[in-house]
Every structure is written in structure tokens, then in C-alpha cells.
């Protein structure tokens, strides 16, 4: 049986699930490929920590290059993260020919375009499934499964960290700062969450999508992302009393020639299969011309189904290896069929808003006015009884499709209004 060398580069939390599922499974991946995927380097700063895996002392070394530099290793396995040594790691393995493996969702968001480039000049393969969806096969269902749709719309919770919060706030009723701090404790979120609760790791993933799905080079600026930082728990009840749950979406669409791509949290019916996705699962809705919605669940993170998708790439690469096929697949998406990003101002979609204002007569037909003048018509409303008039109430509108922009211009004016007394909270809605 043909044997193909692998190099780990990178030995934590998932780099371990690696190895663990090469010492457990590989006898059964080399049935399955006729081919044995071998491990023949691992690479870490930190080499006394244990990870609950053991490994002959003989494979391990603190220098990543004796991985690039090795002839009898064809497949680079990347697990450092970040967009410093990874990405010197990543394109030095590419320029040598070898086929490359990461799981690194900031790297391909960033730098995607140089790096297939790279690949494509040396004629080698770069697997990245587990960059998004951890243990969900979603970047294989658009790379193979569904190369011949036209894609029409992705829909995507891709943070389990923002899921599990949210679910936290909706079900025992907890503030975003008290449901985040059980996060943490329970090891869901990091010590800092920036990434997660203010939506740049779901942007990350998006931005991979989008380049699989459109071609879409997607630029570093202008992409909506929003958070869910400082949610308010009085918004999730509201959305509730309107059948609705909140989660953080990203949502790509494509127009023509025009992709909308945005991140934020997002009223979602509580009858949609999306609305049942709870804890720290993920699941991505996507739309093709032809085999209409698919739907593709599990957990986004973590270090056995995260490694399972890493696995599943090291043995495609074993495969292309050991057929002779070398540099793999080629990326879908080079960016240049001539797509574009929709800008946000462009976008329509149905709008929730809720509003502190005066409880007294006319207020209501004021606000009305000024949305009835920016082309926003009104779908419901829904102010709970309150004695408190003279003092601001909150009152919530739901509204039909309307523009971005118009939407902006109109509640500059209406938060200037003498009978508003904090700014409008603003959530996006998708049916």
C-alpha cells in the first residue's frame, strides 16, 4: 500500500484531535483510500504540555521548517492560526509543491486570493473545510456536492459561542454580559470574545463562502458586520412576542452581478429550521438553482469534529497523492468573473425597530410621517400597555421591505426628534 507523508504543524487543542484520529482510524482511512496517510513530523513551540495523546518523541521538533524542508512529507498540515507564521508556513509548503491542509478561516479571509494563487502556480492542493463549520462538511458540499447549482442564497450560523448566548438570554431570561460570563465559565468563550460576539469570526467564515459560491474577492472594508454585543434581552422578548427568534446570520445573496454579504443579528420565524439551531451547534441553509434548499448541521468547533474534517482533507490529499493527481482540486472563485459586493445602503430587507419615545398623543402619527416619507411602510406595531404616559415607552415596528439607506436617512431625523429619548435599536428580519 502506497504510503504518503504528513507534517502537523501546530500541536494544540485540534492538532492533538489529529493525532488522536490518525492513531485510532488510520488503519480504516487506509482501507478506505488504498492508501496510508503517514505522520512523519509534528511541529510546536510547545512541546511539555500534555494533550492527552501520546507520540514517539522522534517526531516532534520546534522548528517548522524541517516539515517544508522534508522530501518524504507531501501533505502540511496548518493548525497555528493567525495570519503571521501560519501564512509563512502555508506559502513556503505551496511553493514547494506540497499540498496543504488548515483549518485557518483568518488566513483565507485575508489573504485568500494570494494563496490559491500560489497554489495554482505550483500546482498544488489547498483543503481548508474545517476553516468553517468545524465538523459540518459544508466547504465539500460547495467545492463537490453542489458544483453544478448556481448558488442563490446562503444563510449561515457559523459562531457557536454568539448561539449559545443568545440561546442562554432567550430561555432563562439573562442580560448578554450574564449569559457571556457563562460562556466563559463554561468554556464557550475565550477570556477576550471580540472575535466571536462582535461578528468578525463569522465574517471570516462568510468571506470563504462567498469566495466558494460567487468568486467573490471579498474586500476588507464595506462588508456589514455587527455583533451581538450589548443585545438587549427586551429585544429578544419582543421578538418572541412577534414569532420571532434573534440569531447572528450571515446572509449572501446574489443579484445578477451583485453579492450582498452581511453579518448581524437577524429576526429569524421561530418556524424556520435555522430558528431550531441552539447551543453551540452551527448549521448552513444553502439555496441552489437546481437542488433547491439544502441544510447542513453539527458542531462548529471543537476538537474531535473539527479534527474529522481535517482528517477528511489530509485524505483527499492522500487520495490526489497517491492517484497521481498532486495538486488536487482547483479552487473554485478566482475573482475575476466580474461579481461585486452589493453596498449595504443597497440592501432591502424588513426592518424591527424599537423606538423610546413620549407616550402622548400625535407621537405615533410623527414618526409614521417621517418613515411614510423615506418609502417605509409600516407592517405592525407593538407597544405593551404601560401607565406611563408623559414618560418614554418603548414601542416596536415591524416593517415591510425597504431600503438601507432610506432606513438610515429616516432614523437620523427621527432620533433627532424632541419626543425620542435614546437611539432607535435596529434588527434586521429575514423570512
Do not use: W
Amino acid at each position: 500500500m502506497k504510503k504518503i507523508g504528513v507534517g502537523l504543524v501546530g500541536f494544540g487543542t485540534v492538532g492533538a484531535g489529529v493525532v488522536s484520529g490518525l492513531q485510532r482510524n488510520g488503519d480504516l482511512i487506509a482501507e478506505r483510500l488504498g492508501a496510508r496517510p503517514v505522520l512523519r513530523k509534528i511541529a510546536d513551540l510547545d512541546l511539555d504540555s500534555d494533550r492527552g495523546v501520546t507520540v514517539d518523541a522522534s517526531l516532534l521538533t520546534r522548528d517548522a521548517s524541517e516539515i517544508i524542508a522534508d522530501p518524504e512529507i507531501q501533505v502540511v498540515v496548518e493548525l497555528i492560526g493567525g495570519t503571521g507564521a501560519a501564512k509563512s508556513v502555508v506559502e513556503q509548503a505551496l511553493a514547494k509543491g506540497k499540498s496543504v491542509v488548515t483549518a485557518n478561516k483568518a488566513l483565507l479571509a485575508d489573504h485568500g486570493e494570494e494563496i490559491f494563487a500560489l497554489a495554482r502556480e505550483n500546482g498544488a492542493g489547498i483543503y481548508f473545510g474545517a476553516s468553517v463549520g468545524g465538523g459540518i462538511p459544508v466547504i465539500r458540499a460547495l467545492r463537490e456536492g453542489l458544483i453544478a447549482n448556481r448558488i442563490e442564497t446562503v444563510y449561515g450560523i457559523l459562531n457557536g459561542t454568539c448561539n449559545y448566548i443568545l440561546k442562554r438570554m432567550e430561555e432563562a431570561g439573562l442580560s448578554f454580559d450574564d449569559a457571556l460570563a457563562e460562556a466563559q465559565e463554561a468554556g464557550f468563550a475565550e477570556a477576550d470574545p471580540t472575535l466571536d460576539v462582535d461578528g468578525y469570526d463569522t465574517a471570516h467564515k462568510a468571506a470563504i463562502i462567498a469566495r466558494l459560491a460567487h468568486g467573490l474577492n471579498v474586500p476588507s472594508e464595506g462588508v456589514c458586520i455587527e455583533g451581538i454585543r450589548g443585545l438587549a434581552d427586551e429585544d429578544i422578548e419582543y421578538a418572541h412576542d412577534l414569532g420571532y427568534k434573534i440569531k447572528l446570520l450571515a446572509i449572501i445573496k446574489r443579484d445578477g452581478q451583485d453579492v450582498e454579504l452581511r453579518i448581524h443579528p437577524t429576526l429569524v420565524p421561530v418556524a424556520h429550521m435555522l430558528a431550531s439551531v441552539n447551543g453551540v451547534f452551527n448549521a448552513v441553509m444553502i439555496s441552489g438553482d437546481m437542488v433547491g434548499e439544502t441544510l447542513y448541521y453539527g458542531r462548529g468547533a471543537g476538537r474531535e469534529p473539527t479534527a474529522s474534517t481535517v482528517l477528511a482533507d489530509v485524505s483527499d490529499a492522500v487520495l490526489d497523492f497517491a492517484s497521481g493527481a498532486g495538486g488536487g482540486r482547483p479552487v473554485s472563485g478566482s475573482g475575476s468573473n466580474g461579481v461585486r459586493l452589493k453596498a449595504m445602503g443597497d440592501v432591502e430587507t424588513r426592518y424591527y425597530f424599537r423606538l423610546s419615545v413620549l407616550d402622548k398623543p400625535g407621537t405615533f402619527a410623527e414618526i409614521a410621517s417621517v418613515l411614510g416619507a423615506h418609502d417605509i411602510s409600516i407592517a405592525s406595531v407593538l407597544q405593551k400597555e404601560e401607565q406611563q404616559v408623559g414618560k418614554h415607552v418603548s414601542v416596536v415596528i415591524v416593517t415591510h421591505h425597504a431600503k438601507e439607506s432610506r432606513v438610515v436617512e429616516a432614523l437620523e431625523k427621527i432620533d433627532a426628534m424632541g419626543i425620542v429619548g435614546a437611539a432607535t435599536i435596529v434588527l434586521r428580519i429575514e423570512d
